[in-house]
């Protein structure tokens, strides 16, 4: 069974970092794309990037690039999501999804919930 | 960047009633070598990540009931129920994924019961 369980809500100040996980189990890790997707409170779905975690190939949305970093542990079977210094506009809910093959976000973790508040 | 637009941003529609979301790409996200729509729906409830529907714009995912149907091509597309049920209150999304490994969200659609 796939599933992506995601680390614990997270309460941050300004300025903070952090890393959050998404851990996958039940497919081969090395062979499927994760992506990374940001819901502000009572917003949509925003995609923010993506990585391979075989070769750590990664690709970032124009919107993300340069505020945040993702990467993979292929020995853990995990991927991250790193800021270095957290601003009260990255207070969300974040998701990571795994690609099917074919293009599309088929799995999905339970969500991280950033809180950034002074 | 590919742009998705849905329409309309809410609408509430009586039970067994039928809703129809609509969501339009800003170029053609129909690859020609294969005839096939890079766009997928998806429905997300409160309080839970997203649940995939639909891809390939019309393929429903095992386990999706049929009264959820998707439609369209090249740019426009449609997200259909058929007939309302309270379980279906929930915001519905559409992506492309034309340019994969990058996806696109569209804004959108609240779904209630009126």
């Known amino acids: 069974e796939v599933q992506l369980v995601q680390s614990g809500a997270e309460v941050k100040k300004p300025g903070e970092s952090l890393k959050i996980s998404c851990k996958a189990s039940?497919?081969?890790?090395?062979?499927?794309?994760i992506g990374w997707v940001r819901q502000m409170p009572g917003k949509g779905l925003e995609w923010m990037g993506i990585?391979?975690?075989?070769?750590?190939?990664?690709r970032y949305s124009p919107s993300f690039e340069g505020q945040l970093t993702i990467s993979a542990d292929k020995t853990i079977s995990t991927a991250y999501l790193q800021w270095n210094s957290l601003k009260a506009s990255d207070t969300a809910m974040y998701y990571c999804a795994r690609q099917d093959g074919r293009g599309w976000p088929d799995f999905w973790g339970q969500g991280t919930l950033v809180t950034v508040s002074s | 960047d590919i742009v998705m637009t849905q329409s309309p941003d809410s609408l509430a529609v009586s039970l067994g009633e039928r809703a129809t979301i609509n969501c339009k790409s800003s170029q053609s996200v129909l690859y020609t070598s294969n005839n096939k729509n890079y766009l997928a729906w998806y429905q997300q409830k409160r309080g839970q990540p997203p649940k995939l529907l639909i891809y390939w714009a019309s393929t429903r995912e095992s386990g999706v009931p049929d009264r959820f149907s998707g439609s369209g091509s090249g740019t426009d597309f449609t997200l259909t129920i058929s007939s309302l049920r309270a379980e279906d209150v929930a915001v519905y999304y559409c992506l492309q994924y034309y340019n994969t490994p990058l996806w696109t969200f569209g804004q959108g659609t609240k779904v209630e019961i009126k």
């Open positions: 990585i391979y975690p075989d070769d750590s190939d990664t």
């Open positions: 039940g497919y081969s890790f090395i062979s499927y794309w």
